[in-house]
């Protein structure tokens, strides 16, 4: 049993490139999520998933992208990089409905955009 | 979702109990209260959650006061290694689970 499992764990992009984040978990976890978390501060929600083919936005959700084709998979895209967005992204998942249990959480992905 | 307000940051003597604070004053009925943790990069690590009685695990305490208005973490006796930030959060499960800012507990020797 993996958990959440994050590719690729490190990337450096140049501005203006494209590239995918993936998370996969093995839970059968309906609900998943991606945050962003920046030096000093916490996380802050992209965008998430209550359900195989559904996406919602969060908090910070301009230049990002994502999918959920299949339930175990959440992608996160970004189509053009910027500066700004050199974070450390963290996918999470949750079973839906179920308050007795918290998220689970990747290990992250370090990615600086230059 | 209701907002919490947590002190920025504490300092525990290790072996003693660490007692980190929360307020939640416009918590709603329905809403329960979780805590995270987070240890240096790693991913947030689920502890612990409650929607009005007190809960105990293997890991922390959670009190949470009559009127739902603040809750308090205990972490029994701290070590090292329970030096992370902490963070807050109520929740109803609608797929928003929001984050602060947290509580960055330095637990010292």
């Known amino acids: 049993n993996a958990g959440v499992t994050q590719t690729p764990k490190f990337r450096v992009l140049k501005t203006g490139q494209s590239m995918t984040l993936l998370c996969a978990q093995d839970m059968n976890h309906e609900y998943m999520y991606w945050y962003r978390q920046d030096p000093g501060m916490g996380l802050r929600l992209i965008h998430y998933s209550v359900g195989e083919g559904t996406t919602a936005k969060g908090e910070v959700p301009d230049g990002y992208n994502v999918s959920r084709l299949k339930k175990q998979n959440f992608l996160l895209g970004l189509e053009s990089a910027a500066p700004s967005q050199t974070s450390v992204y963290f996918c999470a998942s949750s079973y839906s409905g179920r308050r007795d249990y918290g998220y689970t959480f990747g290990s992250g992905t370090r990615l600086t955009v230059v | 979702d209701a907002k919490t307000t947590q002190p920025p940051s504490m300092d525990c003597a290790e072996g003693r109990a660490a007692n980190l604070p929360c307020n939640h004053s416009?918590?709603?009925?329905?809403?329960?209260v979780y805590w995270y943790r987070q240890i240096h990069s790693q991913g947030p690590q689920y502890i612990i959650h409650?929607?009005?009685n007190n809960e105990t695990n293997e890991m922390a305490s959670l009190i949470i006061t009559e009127d739902r208005k603040s809750s308090t973490l205990i972490l029994p006796h701290a070590t090292l290694r329970d030096t992370a930030v902490y963070y807050c959060?109520?929740?109803?499960?609608?797929?928003?689970?929001?984050f602060g800012q947290g509580t960055t507990l330095q637990v010292k020797p």
């Open positions: 409650g929607l009005k």
């Open positions: 959060i109520v929740w109803i499960n609608t797929g928003k689970l929001i």
């Open positions: 416009t918590i709603s009925g329905n809403e329960y």
